[in-house]
């Protein structure tokens, strides 16, 4: 099955304009390799799409948190709408694998790297956008981004949030450690322990240093069982 038409159907979205999807999968690796004309990759709808989601994140955030104030919601709607969050949002859509790559881009982990993932995740909304409406868009990012967004906040600002639980438990200082390195350079991994006192409460791993640390402290969460 061709790869757009697969990408189509693990979204639930048919694009009428084919073209706009291709775009959206395009990234500047790919379209300067192959000598495509200029503003062929997908900058200009990722600029677009992340518009059209932050305006989707804030209504909704609006309309389903009434009694906060403006500044919870805006810290709320940033952890939602980051880079991070993004990438993270796309594994459910295993976007990276659709991703047109120039070969250098490719062969050094891109269709891994968060920045990449969360501009294509954008620019697939902007193209939604542009070929169904702000209705279809919507739909879109209710269905795969705004979905259980405590559990979400737990996990995106899990760092934060275990620093605020140590503290107001008097379980003592938090200690990261990194444990271990493995793979090429272009696509490591990180291998993290969290201690807490002198106990060592858990590991994690990530493509970066801070992402397996993020991954620790939020297994650590969970086994001090801090709700979402």
């Known amino acids: ?26 990234h500047s690796s790919y379209a300067n390799e192959k000598r495509m004309r200029k503003h062929s990759d997908n900058e200009r709808l990722e600029f677009l799409g992340d518009a059209v989601l932050e305006i989707i994140t804030s209504e909704y955030l609006y309309h389903h ?24 949002c796309t594994k459910q859509l295993q976007l990276g694998e659709y991703l047109l790559l120039g070969r250098g881009e490719d062969q050094t982990g891109g269709r891994k790297r968060s920045s990449i ?28 981004i705004l979905t259980d967004i405590a559990h979400k906040q737990l996990f995106y600002d899990s760092k934060t949030i275990l620093q ?9 200082a938090i200690r990261y450690q990194l444990s271990g390195e493995s793979g090429p350079d272009h696509d490591k991994i990180f291998e993290v322990e969290l201690w807490i ?13 801070k992402a397996a640390e993020q991954d620790a402290a939020y297994k650590a969460l969970l086994k001090l069982k801090v709700s979402p």
Not at 65 to 81: C, F, H, I, Q, W
Not at 126 to 138: E, P, W
């Open 117 to 144: 993932l969360s501009d294509a995740l954008e620019a697939v909304i902007g193209a939604i956008y542009l070929d169904g409406g702000f209705a279809s868009a919507k739909e879109f990012i209710l269905k795969f």
């Open 164 to 172: 605020e639980t140590v503290q107001g438990r008097g379980l003592g």
């Open 197 to 209: 006192g002198e106990r060592r409460t858990s590991s994690g791993e990530g493509h970066t240093k």
């Open 1 to 26: 099955m061709d790869k757009q038409l697969e990408f189509q159907q693990v979204i639930g979205y048919e694009f009428h304009d084919a073209g706009l999807l291709r775009q959206a999968l395009t």
């Open 65 to 88: 948190y009434p009694d906060l104030p403006e500044g919870e919601l805006t810290k709320m709607r940033a952890s939602l709408v980051c880079e991070t969050a993004l990438a993270y």
